[in-house]
DNA sequence: TTGAAAGCGCTAACAG
DNA sequence: CTGTTAGCGCTTTCAA
């Protein structure tokens, strides 16, 4: 089909050994000889195959990346970021979505395994102690973003937990009296790696407490008829912290079909800073997860781990409380 | 390092041959010695490896993606289309992002043929004849969204052409008697490809041909202060058509900011309805391009060829004209 | 400086 | 039904 080195080879009247110093720069070998080889190979265009090369060398010069979905801002903006860094390093990204299910995020690790990608970043939806285990066995270079597994399993993220503390205290500056947290379902917590509406969710409560200030919880998939059951008895100032820009911008396009003005009515509150808060009025109040510095910087540390260096287990990246229009 | 299938051979006491027989569900096997390999397949963890594998078969059931950027909503929701089709056939995705730049564009896919993916899913940013040509050289199967490449290269899109016509119409049918298309530089057609925004250009023009109607074209990255300039003037009900939804998400910021209302003031239309529209109010009127169902056939289409079955040159997916509060 | 040979781990073809 | 062999295209080692 193609053409090989061994063609080259023939061609050149020389091994394929020597080809091979020629084509990849190494040393041992007489400049004209080179100059013949780099020639023929240039006139006949030829291109190493890779896979083979892979092969031979023990690795692929791609890295898996395995998250919940792309239509997510938050992994979009992720992804992208990976995939320019990688660029720069020449590894390739086999990008794959579990889409939230655990067996699903087993299916992908493995192939991406298989494949000999030389390292993973996941975000994982699993957790436990076997998947702790499975991720050891697997004995390939890994880095966890946002759900952390555990303390061994090398992360980046944010710190949740004060992030949420400090949402509090900005929602509290503006003197709401009743607040309320919306997240995902937190009993499911036993199956599903939530880890980060977890931190929150703790750092909420822990904010709050002997406060003397109301608070509940949502955590519902069906949040949004949560919300509306609230709204008829708000008898004190009264704010919604999501925990997630899309939540709360859900929230709002249903408030605002019920002519409840944000924050007259109620105040509301995000959480990640998804891009497209640029373009959403009133501006959405919101905790900035500087996604694109966790992507590079994971990345980074994933080479250090092929290359067989050290790196910090946990490593938790600088956020932003962001004030908007909508407390 | 990791068990292989001569580990097996070797411990099962037979040829790599029968292994090979037993783990792929090949015939000609008895089923008792299938029976013993594959326990002890199962209890050595064994994983092919699909390097391996692929340098043997001549295929890496992986294909290729080149894209602008997956900031962009537009290629987010393409790809995820695109990756949840090629899971359930068991292809991965090599997702690579050229943000506009053609030479980029083509480093990209040389390293993506180099890596022998078994096929192609590109949106591209280079064109004229030679890269059509560099294209055909490539002999991997192809398809190419959005930006037309040649008549002769497999493409799915949407008949853009056609599309603007109607987005005037439904513009003409509000009465606005001045319309402005946005759109980036035309100028640059020469290196590079746009042809989407070339096709809707030319049916916004083809379509107020002759009707007496006032119309003036913004082509280029300052649009924002372009129409700045437009507003004092407006002496006659105006929109603007601007091709793509991002532009005029960008142009409704400005505009609220300086307190100028949609449509009131000024009617606004998109291209493409990117999904976060939902969130927006007015409601952006558009057209709505079913990227979903685009990447889905694209991938459908690349796996015929791949299969070296025929598939249509041209496919036209259906768009829908979507009316919203911004007209 | 160059060549020859072995090997990466798998599949495929043929012979038994 | 099973084993043997060759080969995918590259890298690497050792010898010349």
Redesign the interface.
């Known amino acids: ?2 053409i090989t080195s061994k063609d080259i080879a023939r061609i050149c009247g020389v091994s394929r050994g020597t080809v091979d110093r020629a084509l990849n720069n190494k040393p041992r070998i007489d400049p004209k000889t080179k100059e013949k080889i780099l020639k023929v190979a240039r006139e006949l265009n030829y ?6 090369r ?2 031979a060398k ?1 690795e ?1 010069m ?1 890295i898996g990346v395995v998250v919940f ?3 997510n ?1 938050y992994f ?2 992720l ?2 970021a990976i ?2 860094e990688a ?1 720069k390093y020449g590894y ?6 579990q ?1 939230k299910d655990p067996e699903m995020e087993i299916k992908l690790i ?7 990608v030389d390292g993973l970043i996941i975000c994982p939806v699993n957790k436990s102690n076997n998947f702790e285990k499975y991720l050891k066995n697997l ?1 390939v270079p890994l880095i966890v973003i946002g759900n952390m597994v555990s303390q061994d399993i090398p992360f980046i993220g944010i710190d949740e937990y004060q992030a949420a503390r400090d949402a509090v205290q900005l929602i509290l500056s503006k003197n709401y009296r009743n607040i309320v947290f919306v997240c995902p379902p937190l009993h499911d917590k036993e199956k599903e790696n939530i880890y980060s509406h977890e931190q929150r969710y703790k750092g909420f409560t822990d904010e709050l407490e002997g406060k003397y200030i109301h608070y509940e919880i949502i955590d519902n998939w069906d949040y949004i008829n949560a919300v509306d059951k609230l709204l008829p008895n708000l008898s004190e100032k009264t704010a919604l912290l999501c925990s997630g820009d899309t939540f709360a ?2 929230i ?2 249903h408030l ?1 079909k019920k002519n409840i003005y944000v924050p007259n009515h109620i105040g509301i509150m995000g959480f990640d800073g998804i ?2 808060l ?4 009133p501006r959405l109040a919101t905790v900035y997860n500087p996604v694109d510095t966790i992507g590079v910087h994971a990345f980074k540390n994933l080479i250090k781990l092929i290359k067989g260096e050290q790196i910090e287990k946990q490593v938790f990246i600088e956020y932003k409380v962001l004030e908007g229009e909508s407390l």
């Open positions: 089909m193609s291109r190493p195959d890779l896979v083979a892979s092969l023990g692929t791609s979905d792309i239509r801002r979009a903006q992804v992208n995939e320019k660029k390739l990204l086999n990008i794959t979505l889409e493995d192939n991406l395994v298989a494949r000999r004995k911008l859900e709002m396009k605002r891009d497209i640029d373009y959403i009025t």
